[in-house]
């Protein structure tokens, strides 16, 4: 019974990464729930917009594909090197999300470094229109070329869009693909800009840029102290399991134990447990959010 399951997992993993590999179009529409992520459900950016967010250059099924044979190549390995099917099943799963967590750590940290470049962006941006130096449109173009490497990339798109459809729907679409809390107002302000023109404006940036400095510096402290709770909070987590694998690969008496069903059983109930004191320990622990969408179609990110 063991035996069956592992296979039918490899079997699983395989025929997905070779489906995604092949182009099904399926895997493209896989609710974004299924990803655990907030910021993919109901009227967020759709999974592609998220991928490219984080800076990844590819389709949601290549995503798939790589994942699955992440996850499929980790259980051979395993399976190889434990004798232990059920063993080798739990860190397969985890290895199966590591490029998720991966592409998710790398979109918070650009979404990070985005935002500590807009308030020099801002004060660039106060001093060219009260000066009269340049319009708006002008000084975001030129932004994109020599402003702050994070913001180049948005305000290239910006750029770009504006010609086609207008000024105020560019600033909405790169808002919407943006779909941060912090680049909110700032665009916001910039759409108040083009309709009303830059007097009001400029006072509004003005105090956009303090406020964002102010939240940073915030978001930094809370960050810093909950780091410590993070990392025990996945050691106790990993540490059984690497225990687990130690034993099985090192004692004939535990890989003969946990290929019965009772191990199994085992196996399943440890599981289960780790899960759920996970879970709970990242509510006690969960980031602490110093703002929030406010302007943002349905509930807020």
């Not at 967020?44 to 389709?59: D, E, I, M, N, R």
């Not at 434990?82 to 860190?91: D, F, G």
């Not at 592409?103 to 660039?124: E, F, G, H, T, V």
């Not at 059984?240 to 008496?253: D, G, Q, R």
């Amino acid at each position: 019974m063991v035996s069956l399951l592992a296979g039918l997992f490899a079997a699983a993993c395989i025929w997905v990464a070779a489906r995604a590999a092949l182009g099904g179009s399926s895997l493209e529409q896989i609710p974004p729930r299924l990803f655990g992520a907030k910021h993919l459900r109901g009227t967020g950016p759709g999974f592609q917009v998220w991928l490219s967010q984080a800076g990844a250059a590819v389709t949601p099924a290549q995503f798939c594909a790589v994942s699955a044979g992440v996850g499929a190549a980790t259980f051979l390995v395993l399976l190889a090197v434990l004798r232990t099917p059920v063993v080798a099943t739990a860190p397969a799963l985890a290895a199966s999300a590591a490029p998720y967590a991966y592409w998710a750590s790398q979109r918070r940290k650009q979404a990070a470094a985005r935002s500590s470049a807009w308030p020099d962006a801002l004060r660039y941006l106060v001093g060219v229109l009260g000066a009269g130096i340049a319009t708006l449109h002008e000084a975001l173009e030129q932004l994109s070329k020599s402003g702050p490497e994070p913001l180049r990339g948005p305000m290239g798109r910006y750029v770009r869009l504006a010609g086609r459809l207008g000024a105020l729907q560019a600033l909405e679409t790169v808002r919407a693909e943006l779909a941060d809390p912090i680049s909110d107002p700032v665009l916001l302000a910039f759409g108040g800009a083009v309709e009303e023109g830059t007097d009001t404006a400029l006072r509004v940036l003005s105090d956009l840029g303090s406020q964002i400095t102010a939240d940073i510096q915030l978001a930094e402290k809370v960050r810093t102290l909950q780091t410590q709770s993070r990392m025990a909070t996945w050691g106790c987590f990993a540490m059984p399991y690497a225990v687990l694998m130690f034993l099985c690969a090192t004692n004939v008496e535990y890989r003969h134990f946990f290929s019965q069903a009772v191990g199994l059983v085992v196996v399943l109930l440890g599981a289960c447990l780790s899960l759920l004191g996970l879970l709970a320990s990242r509510r006690l622990v969960r980031p602490i959010a110093t703002s929030t969408r406010v302007f943002a179609a349905g509930a807020p990110q």
